[in-house]
């Protein structure tokens, strides 16, 4: 799992916002449209197509305390699914998050 821990902690360093995602996912869907709703800028990483799917997800549960998709982090820090994603837009509170780490 080593390669896929070091691509999650490079992928969550080098960019303001990250999506953990797959093309088919109706709560991936929700976190991406919140997140373009709010003229968020943000590298999305779809993990159907990757061959290490399994071990990014299993390395997002330990990391995260869940292996499902969407994970989104704002600024390094995880922030939930598509829900919470969601729930954060409608609280007036991603703007601002987005704004704070320059992701806008």
């Known amino acids: 799992m080593s390669g896929a821990k070091q691509f999650v902690d490079a992928a969550i360093v080098d960019n303001k916002v990250v999506v953990f995602s797959k093309t088919y996912c109706p709560y991936c869907k929700m976190a991406k449209s919140a997140l373009d709703k709010c003229g968020g800028k943000y590298k999305v990483i779809e993990l159907e197509s990757r061959s290490d799917t399994d071990a990014i997800q299993d390395y997002l549960l330990k990391l ?38 320059g992701a806008l």
Not at 81 to 92: P, S
């Open 64 to 101: 995260t305390g869940g292996r499902s998709v969407p994970r989104v982090f704002i600024g390094g820090k995880f922030v939930g699914g598509g829900t919470e994603v969601e729930q954060l837009k409608k609280d007036n509170k991603l703007t601002p998050m987005l704004q704070s780490v």
